[in-house]
């Protein structure tokens, strides 16, 4: 079946710093990955999305390369900020499994200032 | 703001007893997946429903069970609750073109606690 599997938190950062958190997953078929962040005591935002090898996901900062040959969605900014504190899920969906997705455990991001 | 929302916000229980959480799902979406997040975990998938359907379902017993109504919206009901249920449970809203699922849309979730 389909599996997600993210690095441990928490990550704890200064801000202005580099982040990465790595992302690997497991699917038949050609699944579409996504990074979503919680903020503390909020639903799932989503953050950004891939749906196909090599594409690159984007969103306020926050990149994300789908990479098939290493079954891989790592996700990066190169300045982080105290307000991108939260935590951060790495899922799957499709492939030639259910529509749903499919979340690793996430990572807990701590900036300090 | 996604335009999905879930009631109530919070919830407390007894063991042994009945819940049914609730989903509005945003305007033109056709189907609704329910996740439970346990505390410092991922969502697992319960179930997804489209078009009043179940369409999927994930590793939980029979006792969690949904449904889907005309508008769409959703209901989560859990009887013989245990102690593990306590969780947050969150709705997802999405709308399905041919064989793709748009991304989904998440409420702010229900948090459950069972004493």
């Known amino acids: 079946g389909n599996s997600v599997t993210q690095m441990e938190g928490p990550v704890t950062l200064s801000e202005e710093a580099f982040l990465t958190i790595n992302c690997t997953y497991t699917a038949t078929g050609y699944p579409s990955l996504f990074w979503y962040v919680q903020y503390p005591g909020e639903g799932l935002q989503l953050l950004l999305k891939a749906t196909k090898a090599d594409d690159k996901g984007s969103n306020k900062g926050f990149e994300a390369t789908y990479r098939k040959e290493t079954t891989s969605f790592h996700l990066e900014k190169g300045s982080v900020q105290v307000s991108d504190s939260a935590v951060y899920f790495c899922a799957l969906s499709g492939g030639t499994g259910r529509r749903a997705l499919t979340f690793g455990s996430g990572t807990r991001l701590q900036v300090q200032p | 703001e996604t335009g999905v929302t879930q009631s109530p916000t919070h919830l407390i229980k007894t063991r042994g007893q009945q819940v049914t959480l609730r989903c509005s799902s945003q305007?033109?979406?056709?189907?609704v997946s329910w996740y439970q997040q346990a505390l410092g975990q991922g969502p697992q998938f319960i179930f997804q429903?489209?078009?009043?359907?179940?369409?999927g379902r994930g590793n939980f017993p029979p006792r969690f069970s949904g449904l889907q109504f005309p508008n769409y919206s959703s209901e989560l009901n859990v009887n013989a609750l245990e102690l593990d249920d306590s969780a947050l449970y969150l709705c997802?809203?999405?709308?399905?073109?041919?064989?793709?699922?748009?991304?989904?849309?998440f409420g702010q979730g229900t948090r459950l606690t069972v004493v």
């Open positions: 997802a809203s999405s709308s399905r073109d041919r064989d793709m699922n748009t991304e989904a849309f």
């Open positions: 429903y489209y078009r009043e359907e179940e369409n």
């Open positions: 305007s033109g979406h056709n189907t």
